[in-house]
């Protein structure tokens, strides 16, 4: 997957990318306006392809189905209300404060600005993304879930400490953070996620450390609509309940 | 489809009148199998049912949302009896060239169908069939590679020129 990625796109809306390549495309269609409208056309003609196929379905088909829908629930609609994090992390009660909280100020102030050059380096790194993603996917399959739902979103972090993406599934309440050339963290020290919300709480979302040659991967689960921003920062071994150091790594991501 | 959405079932029951025949089509031309293809057919129609809330008119008609859905877990299928089958039995029995017409006799023929399949008639050779083994045969683009002994990426670019080439004939917006 190079430079033509987007030639794509007649492939992937006749259903003829392997699995693989399908999750990977829709990552870059997460991210590629252009590419998006053409497979929405291209899908609304594959339509056509299929109403030239139409041929009467069996007697009986019509009440098996209907019975079965009496017995499904349908699905909730997209954009989860509640905030959930990890059960272990305990989210800060509204009315605590901490005292002071640099970084999350800048990182929630200039948003718009920020997030502009976040997605304008996205594209970048998209076709590194889809590299590194085949290196740990065999070691994390749910990454691979992640990147094929229908509504994957990825982010790339900026910072000091290495290259690294944040795929996340709304409908899935869940992504990972994958990060290539990130030394592992000082000795007694480990790395701890943050999700920081419009109102510049810090809520931890895990610790993790990097591999001696550079990767890591961690699991987040949680609901991102109050979440604005993801911090990664060093923490002493067992991690803090609020953040202790500047950040080595963030990304805008509302 | 907005009634659906919101759980009535009258609705639905209107719905599955006017779309079943060309979801089960659709996934009758991917799968053949008429038994495999009812129970796909019926997994996709409570699916519609399911994901109804969360449909998006902003990315098409439900049309276009619920045939896309359908041929999806028709390939999804193919390619779940194909890891249990010997792949070249399972192609070796196919006209490969004329996927299109190879059941003309047995579908419908309407408007839409005329409509398609002049479109079809007008797109090169190469097109035509990268479109129809994907579509309709349910081959990836490196077996629709390997069946036509041409490049990936010509096969790729093929499948691409094909589309726009059929959605301006049929004058698709999306």
């Not at chain 1, 070691?139 to 982010?155: H, L, N, P």
């Amino acid at each position: 997957m190079t430079a033509d990625i987007h030639t794509m796109t007649g492939a992937y809306a006749l259903d003829a990318l392997d699995d693989h390549e399908r999750a990977m495309f829709e990552q870059h269609l997460a991210v590629c306006d252009a590419c998006k409208r053409e497979v929405d056309e291209f899908q609304s003609t594959a339509a056509h392809l299929g109403s030239a196929a139409h041929e009467a379905a069996p007697a009986g088909l019509k009440a098996s189905v209907m019975a079965e829908i009496d017995r499904t629930r349908q699905a909730s609609p997209l954009r989860p209300e509640r905030v959930e994090v990890q059960p272990d992390a305990a989210s800060l009660p509204d009315n605590v404060v901490p005292l002071r909280r640099p970084w999350f100020e800048k990182v929630i102030a200039p948003a718009a600005a920020v997030l502009a050059i976040a997605v304008a380096g996205l594209s970048v790194t998209v076709s590194n993304l889809s590299t590194r993603l085949a290196e740990v996917e065999s070691a994390s399959a749910g990454i691979t879930q992640v990147a094929s739902s229908s509504d994957v979103v990825t982010f790339a972090f900026d910072g000091s400490a290495g290259q690294a993406q944040l795929i996340w599934s709304p409908t899935r309440g869940e992504g990972y953070i994958v990060a290539s050339d990130m030394g592992p963290a000082p000795d007694g020290h480990v790395y701890e996620a943050w999700l920081i919300t419009a109102d510049g709480r810090a809520i931890p979302a895990g610790l993790f450390d990097a591999a001696t040659n550079g990767t890591a991967t961690h699991h987040m689960t949680g609901d991102m609509g109050e979440v604005v921003a993801i911090g990664i920062t060093v923490e002493p071994e067992g991690g803090s309940e609020q953040p202790t150091s500047d950040p080595v790594m963030v990304t805008q991501v509302a | 489809m907005l009634r659906t959405a919101r759980g009535d079932q009258a609705a639905f029951s209107d719905l599955y009148d006017e779309i079943s025949g060309t979801v089960f089509g659709v996934i009758r031309r991917v799968l053949r199998d008429p038994s495999h293809s009812e129970e796909v057919t019926q997994e996709v129609l409570v699916e519609v049912w399911q994901q109804a809330p969360r449909f998006d008119p902003e990315r098409g008609s439900a049309k276009t949302w619920i045939l896309t859905m359908a041929h999806r877990r028709a390939i999804d299928r193919v390619r779940s009896v194909q890891a249990s089958r010997d792949r070249d039995e399972f192609v070796g029995h196919r006209d490969r060239s004329r996927e299109f017409d190879e059941v003309a006799d047995r579908v419908e023929t309407n408007l839409e169908h005329e409509q398609v399949r002049r479109s079809l008639e007008a797109l090169t050779d190469l097109q035509r069939e990268a479109v129809e083994l994907a579509y309709y045969g349910g081959y990836t683009y490196r077996e629709v590679a390997e069946l036509l002994d041409t490049p990936l990426g010509t096969v790729k670019t093929r499948m691409r020129d094909g589309l726009i080439r059929l959605r301006d004939a049929l004058g698709v917006t999306a």
